[in-house]
């Protein structure tokens, strides 16, 4: 039993990643984004409620279907109970069945399409501030925990749930609506979307803590609404198109990047036979749609990056120049801190470790890179490269120290072994 139970624990934690914006969006577009938090309570509990019966009961054929009739009984519970909606109820109760999920057909799909939509821009809202449109979108929207959120965003847990309790209590006292904004606002409100589905999956792609390195129900998530933007007539824009195309590329290399122990396999040992062609083919085209614009954004550049990668049949056929080309353009026009360390790697597949290590001390003082581990592990790995072992040494172990993913620990491990010297 208890092994069947962990495989349905799984089983709902990536339905959650999959459903739970899509319940949400639906509730609340008949309860009203005022009442957002209920919509959230409602989909969580019919979750739990999928963790407490299918133990026993058995998965049904359809477990969205299922979760969706849940969350419609419990919306309708929950009405009755409250003394501001219950004089609404009987409405609420007709409109939720009304919009039932089964038998499933395209007309349902495209309203929960249309309601997602709804719900990302709402939550990009410019009434809310920047912390907490980015905090609701990833919350709400693509399903992630505050701990996920904080270690995307690098900021402390307390922090982001301030920045959720705070956009909650904004978007009811500005009461806030779920129509699609104008297309004087569009690109305002879709800027954040973005963003914020670029951090959700990079949060999949390399876990900032706990025992896997990639969770692929996140990147899946985060896939599967830039599709949505892109492929839709007002929002496939080309900054959306790039955005897509970005997140393909780096989609099709997910299978590789751990083996089947879970253990990180770097970018130059992985298997490029194993890479998903359909992925990185979609990829290409969705930039051949990116083009179409007169303005160079930032996703441009970095899917021109990751298409790079795509490309090349082997690691020793990278074309770093041209990476480092990018590189250079995107810092031109956002010089993050992050953006600047990944840069400093292409200069030293360029042009050497050395002047790769002349980058890194550039950035070495900024605040938003104190506790980001990746800075000491690139640090480490040059330094390894031009023989200081013992600077690597303490710059690796100052890597697994402010990591909290098992797997970049055991990795950071490994490499520390092979740097230390032979007992005699």
Not at 128 to 142: F, K, N, P, Y
Not at 155 to 173: F, G, N, P, S
Not at 207 to 215: C, M, N
Not at 348 to 356: F, L, N
């Amino acid at each position: 039993m208890t092994g069947a139970a962990d495989d349905i624990g799984a089983l709902v934690d990536r339905l959650f990643r999959r459903e739970s914006g899509r319940m949400v969006a639906a509730l609340a577009r008949t309860l009203g984004a005022a009442r957002l938090d209920l919509a959230e309570d409602v989909a969580q509990q019919a979750l739990l409620q999928a963790l407490r019966v299918w133990p026993y009961r058995g998965v049904p054929d359809d477990p969205a279907a299922w979760l969706y009739t849940a969350a419609r009984r419990l919306a309708i519970d929950a009405a009755r109970r409250d003394a501001n909606l219950r004089r609404h109820a009987g409405t609420i109760e007709r409109e939720l069945l009304a919009r039932a999920p089964a038998p499933p057909g395209a007309r349902f799909a495209d309203e929960l399409a249309d309601d997602e939509l709804r719900l990302l821009f709402m939550c990009a809202h410019p009434a809310l501030s920047e912390e907490m449109r980015l905090a609701l979108i990833l919350r709400v929207g693509c399903g992630l925990s505050t701990r996920e959120i904080a270690a995307g965003v690098l900021r402390e847990e307390a922090t982001v749930a301030q920045w959720l309790v705070r956009a909650r209590r904004r978007v009811r006292e500005q009461g806030l609506s779920l129509d699609m904004p104008s297309s004087a606002e569009l690109p305002s409100r879709l800027a954040p979307v973005l963003d914020a589905l670029y951090l959700a999956f990079n949060e999949g792609h390399g876990a900032a803590s706990g025992d896997a390195l990639v969770r692929a129900d996140i990147c899946g998530e985060a896939v599967r609404l830039a599709r949505l933007l892109a492929d839709h007539p007002v929002t496939g824009v080309p900054q959306t198109q790039a955005l897509a195309a970005l997140l393909l590329f780096h989609l099709a290399r997910l299978p590789t990047r751990t083996d089947a122990a879970g253990e990180i396999v770097l970018l130059a040992d992985q298997d490029r036979s194993r890479w998903d062609g359909a992925a990185i083919a979609e990829g290409f085209a969705r930039m051949q749609r990116a083009a179409t614009g007169e303005r160079l954004q930032e996703f441009h550049l970095l899917a021109g990056i990751a298409a790079e990668h795509a490309r090349a049949a082997t690691f020793e056929e990278t074309d770093w120049p041209a990476i480092l080309d990018y590189y250079d353009a995107l810092v031109a026009l956002a010089p993050s801190p992050v953006h600047r360390l990944n840069r400093a790697v292409a200069v030293a597949m360029t042009d050497g470790p050395a002047s790769g290590l002349s980058e890194l001390d550039a950035i070495s003082g900024e605040d938003v890179l104190a506790d980001y581990f990746l800075l000491p592990a690139t640090r480490g790995e040059l330094l390894r490269r031009l023989g200081r072992h013992a600077e690597a040494s303490a710059a690796l172990a100052e890597a697994a120290r402010l990591t909290a993913s098992a797997p970049a620990r055991r990795f950071l491990a490994r490499r520390l072994e092979a740097l230390s010297p032979p007992c005699s």
